[in-house]
């Protein structure tokens, strides 16, 4: 018999919920109730600059409302840095991670200078300057107080990778392709860790075992797969579900002003009719599993 699934809404705390977020939120839901699994609620707050306590009593506020119960306490990533000092630890113990000091203007200058900017699902593919510096200057730096992030070297870390990574495919039906992201950060000079590490990290030890979340975040999936198999977690399976759009056709999102479930209710609508424009209005890109 399958395992019941266990599901999880990761909302960062950076802005009230609106409804692209409910999407997401009802699909992981939905898909642990109906299959008495259980839906887990994750704070990712490691970002200090953006995050505000204020917006993750909102997301308490707005799913309550919604009547999307969760299980068990609520992990706030910001309570959990240890643990991700401890995975980076792993990690530069396997000689897959060098510190890097550029910021970004070292990276445009090192970039314009060779001319062509190939770049990733997270941006400019870093050209991989710190790679090459030798250990003594590192050392040197470091001992200095120069800040510095943490990148994996994503070279090598596919060289330790397992072979049958390359080959396998997510719900979206794509290869899996980590080498798009670069030499991507794994700690970063402000917060002494990344997205990508957390949520790989949390959805590993919060024994997740399907990820529903926007397709803009499917080619992440690919990277979180390498990192999976680097450190021998258990891999969830991925939903990716499209982007609720406004009535203008553009996606709906905080910068642009997207109505937020507090302001839908502040108008005097009902959660059921949330939920209904919640589940109805995006269709699945892929069915959950697939
Ligand atoms: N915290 C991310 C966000 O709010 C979502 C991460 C995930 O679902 O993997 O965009």
Known sequence: MA???????????????????????????????????????????????????????????????????????????????????????????????????????DIAREVAAIGHAPHGPDGLLYPGTCRRLPAREREARIASGQPYALRLDMAAALAHAPRWLSRIEHGTRRRCDPAQFGDVVLARKDTPASYHLCVTHDDAVQGVTLVTRAEDLAPAAELHRLLQALLGWRAPRYCHHGLLLGTDGKRLSKRDGAPTLAALREAGISAREVRDRARGSAPLATPPGG
Do not use: K
């Open 3 to 105: 395992a019941t699934p266990v599901t999880r809404f990761a909302p960062s705390p950076t802005g009230r919920l609106h409804l692209g977020h409910a999407h997401s939120a009802l699909l992981a839901w939905e898909a642990a109730r109906r299959a008495g699994g259980r839906f887990l609620l994750r704070i990712e707050d490691i970002d200090p600059l953006r995050c505000r306590p204020e917006y993750t009593a909102g997301i308490l506020e707005d799913l309550a409302w919604l009547g999307l119960d969760w299980d068990g306490p609520v992990r706030r990533q910001s309570e959990h840095m240890a643990e991700y000092r401890a995975v980076l630890d792993r990690l530069a113990g396997m000689g897959l991670l060098y510190p890097c000091f550029c910021t970004r203007a």
